[in-house]
């Protein structure tokens, strides 16, 4: 177990390092880094000046080493747009898109799992096929329309929900949090589900394979014959069985929904590094997008690595095979 | 003594597309308080849908289309679910082939009992954990209070159906359907827990109905034995005579394939062909064409018959008539 | 017995048509009623789209046809000239119904064209990676995998931020998100097909190893390839109106689907719905009926459904 947890946290940092290249190279080789690192505004005397001071008449393995040295100490540079540290802008952005992140998650258990689990049981009644044809559409529909449609349903036609923006937000550990209060919450419901579209699809069409995969399973009939009610069966000794693998998958769908929420913020206007950073492509405020990309990859990196270590607790078979 | 069960006229039928399977098919029989029932048949003879029919585990498309299942006088095939749930596990309980798929994988030993135990008698948590590791310590479970915390898979197959067996016993059932415990245990471990199950049985006055396809097990074991062939009871009667003088030219045949070391160098006999398809059986005795007895007159539905007192058998050309 | 061949058709035993593997397929696929929907509904989208030049009433690339005071007329409306636009105007005064084939034009020519490209980049180096083994496939599998560990809207992302904006470069995006979906497809496929008698055959006649790999493993691979080939040109379709709509797409002379959305998108808020929904409703229609020819070629074509 421990040498196994070694040898995955020695990968993780492996593909860090990968990426950093990758990052590297795509910023200094393939643009040209005078453009991205120096304000366009900055005269000639000037850019000599920063071109030396930022070592770029250095060789070029020296320069990774100096941007690897500089990301350790989270200097990423600073943004051209808002004169800020990029790291620090991005940081005060993330509470909003992790917020909706996991707002989603928890939408794809909420609505998933009931709705495959009814289409498990009933797999031949009019809403278990409704349930199961709407799950193709939340796979194939591009998020970004769906979303629209939304505001254009709730918002603009019916006037329910208002369509942009966070709402009024509560600090909490110093952090703006819109999941305090009631406006925020009202504010949030759209594009939190619009961002989990895709994972209740997931969810649903899991759940609904798992129920069909137990029910017919000898332990289950067991459970039946010592006279449990239906209740106890279904959602002790069949959803027992489906959730290890729902929350496995819900887990690794964290850090796509992260990326994902790109696009419900634009859409919605919800101002979280998502936003943020098309924003800065836009403006091609390039240590903005630099320190994007590296904190996304350590993010997307780190949930994949707890997913790991999470699943193997979770499980007690995986657990004693990794043990043995 | 009194008769715990009494299966008057039983069809259980499944409705496939490829039409109506009659996997039982007028089926009586009675098991005596105390008494080991001995239920004997190939695969898909009926033996185990017999089995679910009386705990009233038959899942769509089969339902019990007709007869009676008389417990202490009681119709179980008229009585509600509910009603029903409450004798499942409690005065009525099942233990089934295969150890390996019938304990929840994810749920612990102590989880599985202790729901158990609750589901029929109004005890606290800590009561009901206190019976379980009885419970496991009756069935020769050693250390049982450290096993109540273990999961299935660190059980072995004979233990697991220990587990099993234990649970089914919890309340002291009235009647307990064992379907091929066995089967799927090694010879020696086979022979312990036949042993055990005989043992408790006696002690409580457990009916026993105990399926099996496989003559030897049920020699020792069994006071009645019924032969199944094709959804129908052709044979029974008391163990010692069914066995010494089989009737039936089916069990004569099934007695004849088992491989026995008084008969050592002799050839083994074997019921030539295979079990017919339920969905196309030929009219009349269903055994007619493997049956090297049969004339013109075997194409006529074979009366039950009872040449002496408590013995039954439909054939026309029975093996021996009756002797004094 | 009026009509002589409903006789002929009664009595004797029909003859059956030569069944080759082809027949087989089509009648296999024409099963689904609804697959068939999907084909027809495709059809007639990519000879909208093809034939846009033809059949639309405007150029919504010539500025000299339209007319500002047109902008953002309700579907119905009579233009100045007296043309009736049947979905309404945009802001630019521009006929929908025009700008959306021509935006369809480019969606599918960007999806089916980087869905292509992926396929030739990822079939061979799935290709590769089963022939050779070892090395070359421990490479190869190990880019796939950690390529598909990232989600391909951040994959997009990070090469349009490097390379930035432009047709080419979404492109290049799409590709580089969808090749490692074929390579994975196509090694695990041609690396069952590898141990068959025939590749050894090939081997033995000392055939230089290109010939047995395009010829004699590819033809061996294809079933599994269109499937995915498929559901990717729908996935880049989806992508690639995505990065549009956040303006990472396509440039705004020559608008895409997604970027026809985009444009609408805030005169939505007001209630002018028809700038966003028409080309929206397009896209979505473009999409579904991809998939689902996609889903029964996948039930048609895997040969582990086959009974």
Known sequence: MFTWMVRRLFQACFVVLAMTVIVFVGVHVIGNPVDILISPEADQAERARIIANLGLDQPLWRQYLYFLNDAVHGNLGRSFVFNEPALKLIGGRMPATLELAVTAVLFSICFGVPLGLYAGLKPDSFFGRTVMAGSILGFSLPSFWVGLMLIMVFAVQLGWLPSTGRGQTEVLFGIHWSFLTWDGLRHMFMPALNLSLFNISLVLRLTRAGVRETLPMDYIKFARAKGLSPARVIFVHVLKNIMIPVVTVVGLELGSTIAFAVVTESVFAWPGMGKLIIDSINVLDRPVIVAYLMMIVLLFITINLVVDILYTVLDPRVRLETKA | ?324 | MTDPSHAVAADAPVLPKEETPFRRFVSEFAESKLALVGLAVFSVIALLAIFASWITPQNPYDLAQLDIMDGRLPPGSKSLSGYTFILGTDDQGRDMFSGMLFGLRISLSVGVGSALFAAVVGTTLGLLAAFFGRRVDTVIMRLVDLQLSFPSILVALMILAVLGKGVMNVMLALVMVEWAYYARTVRATAMVERRREYIEAAQCLALPWRRIMFRHLLPNCLPPLIVVATQQVARAIALEATLSFLGLGVPITEPSLGLLIANGYQYMLSGKYWISFYPGLALLVTIVSINLVGDQLRDVLNPRLKK
């Open chain 2, 1 to 324: 003594m009194s008769v715990t069960l009494e299966v008057r006229n039983l069809r259980t039928h499944f409705h496939t597309r490829g039409g109506i399977l009659k996997a039982v098919d007028d089926v009586s029989f009675s098991v005596e308080q105390g008494q080991v029932m001995g239920l004997v048949g190939e695969s898909g003879s009926g033996k185990s849908v017999t089995g679910f029919s009386i705990i009233g585990l038959v899942d769509p498309p089969g339902r019990i289309a007709g007869g009676q299942i008389l417990y202490r006088g009681q119709d179980l095939a008229k009585i509600s679910e509910r009603e029903m749930r409450s004798l499942r596990g409690n005065r009525i309980a099942m233990i089934f082939q295969d150890p390996m798929m019938t304990l929840n994988p994810v749920l612990r030993i102590d989880t599985q009992m202790i729901e158990t135990v609750q589901a029929h008698a109004n005890v606290s948590k800590a009561e009901a954990r206190t019976r379980s590791r009885d419970a496991l310590g009756m069935v020769g479970i050693p250390s049982p209070e450290e096993r109540l915390n273990s999961y299935p898979h660190q059980f072995s197959g004979g233990m697991r159906q220990r587990v099993a067996i234990a649970i089914a016993l919890l309340h002291n059932p009235d009647l307990l359907i064992a379907d091929e415990p066995t089967t799927a245990l090694d010879v020696t471990i086979q022979a312990q827990i036949l042993a055990e199950v005989q043992k408790l049985a006696a002690e409580h006055g457990t009916a026993l109905i105990w399926i099996t396809h496989d003559l030897s097990v049920i020699a020792g074991l069994a006071d009645r034995i019924a032969v199944m062939y094709a959804g129908r009871v052709v044979e029974s009667g008391d163990a010692a005579s069914v066995l010494d003088r089989p009737l039936h030219p089916y069990t004569h045949g099934l007695i004849g394939s088992v491989p026995s070391r008084n008969k050592r160098g002799e050839k083994l006999r074997q019921i030539p062909g295979m079990t017919p398809s339920l969905l196309s059986l030929p009219p009349g005795c269903a055994f007619r064409t493997r049956c090297a007895r049969a004339t013109a007159a075997c194409g006529q539905e074979p009366p039950e018959e009872s040449p002496e007192t408590g013995r039954m058998v439909r054939c026309f050309h029975p093996m021996e008539a009756v002797s004094a």
